[in-house]
């Protein structure tokens, strides 16, 4: 903050010049000291960088353009209106060590919250093509006019809202530019509990990149200081668009400082030798040309594995995505009702073993996943080695054994859950699973008679119950689980249709049930 060269040396509103030691203009580094308020009611110049120790509170209809901002811990990000945007300027290529830049850290608890949207809903009627009016089985709330939507059934078209009648049942489109029938079995015979829905992209609250482009975007993290975890994240209600750097088609970099002090090139000794494997050199030692791991649309790093604490996103939208969506690592989040559109990877994501919360109630539409050939089984799982996992097109990725799942919709994606509950080894050490969050009687007994804890791929799953599945290759892949207790592993309650695969398992020794597959 010494660099700054606009400092807030009062409260009050951004607008007011009598704020600021001296007003922010393009390329200014806006520093926003502890205990003091600055209310954003602009749309601010094109900023360097933004630093919140205090607190920045966005008002409706304010606009921030910005390269890197960071909350600080203590400091606070309030986002509490309508039509608020939050955009991660494009200043040309990358130029710091390890890539963090271009986007929002957060070491604190923050609440951003839009006005109520409708994530998406069921329609009523399996529409036509032609057709400029959609029925829907329940009433929407907050939808409007120039709204970005999504129909999801027999094919995927993008929409613009033209109006919601006043009952909130019936939206007039543009033409539908295909037929989407009622799903069929083999028979003939209508597939009890198919059903179509429109999901909505468009908050009142917005993060975005302005520049798309791979190496271009910003990103969003949400992680903790020296291992003190301090107020919750709520991001309720909120847009997440074209974010994300980290890609599919390469192998993750991991970047680090070494003991004299310098920095990898993001090669470390693990993506060499996997790379060594298949032939492949990297172009990972120029700043720009890595593909750091981590740099995800919506990421909560390391905020902590908590029974008692969780963070929250609810009614958002994360679309256009690369590798990841919604990533928990680490860290205690209950993701519901929320549309997820577009994600090359995952849409959500558990990424090192032992993470808590739910996945329930969302709408997981399109990831074609990776079509590079290094990515591909048939390889010497150059991929497996560097613990790169989630490029391959899941809705959901478990690697977390103890997350619920429930009641989720999932379309055109290549692997509807893939589960691979294998704990990824980090800063040398295996993630493992405490006994605090065990219930098997066998596997309490075996983590009490080492260090408390056991094998995250012995663990099992805390359960998928109601799924409902449209056009995939495999709807359940389960890889390299082994049986350590006696507790069985619940899936139930699916709806599946056109899916090559309903079930496939890898060298999966766990004792799966499934109970209600349609």
């Known amino acids: 903050f010494q660099q ?62 910005v390269e890197f901002s960071v909350v600080e811990q203590g400091g606070d990000i309030s986002m509490l209106g309508d039509n608020i945007r939050w955009t991660f300027i494009d200043t040309g290529p990358l130029t710091d060590s390890f890539e963090l830049r271009r986007g929002l850290i957060s070491f604190a608890g923050l609440t951003m919250q839009g006005p109520v949207v409708t994530p998406f809903v069921q329609l009523a009627i399996f529409p036509s093509a032609g057709d400029t009016t959609l029925r829907l089985a329940s009433p929407v709330m ?59 992209r468009s908050r009142g609250i917005t993060f975005e990149s302005e520049n798309p482009a791979i190496d271009r975007r910003g990103h969003v993290m949400f992680t903790h200081v020296h291992g003190q975890h301090g107020d919750n994240v709520e991001l309720i209600n ?8 980290t890609r599919t088609d390469r192998v993750v970099t991991d970047s680090y400082r070494r003991a ?23 172009p990972t030692a120029e700043i720009g040309h890595r593909n750091e791991r981590g740099r995800y649309a919506v990421h909560f790093h390391h905020r902590g594995v908590h029974a008692d604490r969780h963070d929250t996103v609810k009614g958002c939208s994360v679309d256009g995505g690369l590798k990841v969506g919604v990533a928990v690592h680490q860290s205690h989040v209950q993701v519901e009702d929320n549309f997820t559109y577009n994600i090359e990877g995952s849409h959500l994501f558990t990424e090192a073993g032992n993470e808590l919360g739910t996945f329930a109630r969302n709408l997981c539409v399109k990831a074609p996943g990776s079509t590079q050939g290094r990515h591909q089984l048939g390889n010497p799982r150059s991929w497996e080695l560097a613990e790169d996992v989630g490029w391959n097109g899941s809705g959901i990725w478990m690697q ?14 290549r692997e509807a859950i893939t589960i691979w509950t294998q704990g990824r080894t980090e800063f040398g050490v295996p993630t493992r699973i405490h006994k605090d969050f065990l219930t098997d009687p066998a596997l309490i007994a075996k983590a009490n008679q080492g260090d408390g804890t056991v094998d995250c791929r012995t663990v099992p799953l805390a359960g998928i119950d109601g799924l409902i599945v449209n056009t995939t290759q495999e709807t359940i892949a389960a890889y390299e ?11 139930k309650n699916a709806v599946i249709w056109y899916a090559r695969d309903g079930v496939a398992l890898y060298d999966a020794t766990v004792d799966f049930h499934f109970t209600n597959f349609n």
């Open 4 to 65: 700054a060269t606009s400092t807030a040396k009062q409260s009050g509103k951004w607008s007011d010049a009598a704020t600021w030691n001296v007003m922010p203009v393009n390329g200014s580094k806006v520093y926003v000291p502890p205990g003091i308020t600055v209310v954003c009611d602009v749309v601010t110049p094109r900023l360097d960088w933004l630093r919140i120790d205090g607190n920045l509170v966005n008002s409706s209809n304010s606009s921030v353009f």
């Open 142 to 200: 907050g939808w409007q006019a120039g709204h970005e939507l999504v129909l999801n059934g027999a094919s995927i078209q993008e929409l613009s809202l033209l109006s919601v009648a006043a009952d909130g049942m019936t939206i007039n489109v543009p033409p539908i530019l295909e037929s989407h029938p009622q799903p069929l079995d083999i028979l003939g015979n209508p597939i009890p509990g198919a059903k179509f829905y429109v999901g909505n």
């Open 238 to 245: 909120v847009r997440f668009k074209n974010l994300g750097r």
């Open 260 to 282: 004299d002090g310098t920095v990898s090139d993001g090669t470390s000794e693990l993506m060499a030798r996997a790379l060594q494997l298949i032939g492949i050199t990297e």
């Open 400 to 413: 977390s054994p103890l997350t619920v799942v429930d009641d989720n919709v999932i379309s055109f994606i």
């Open 481 to 491: 689980i082994s049986a350590g207790g006696t507790n069985e592993s619940p899936i």
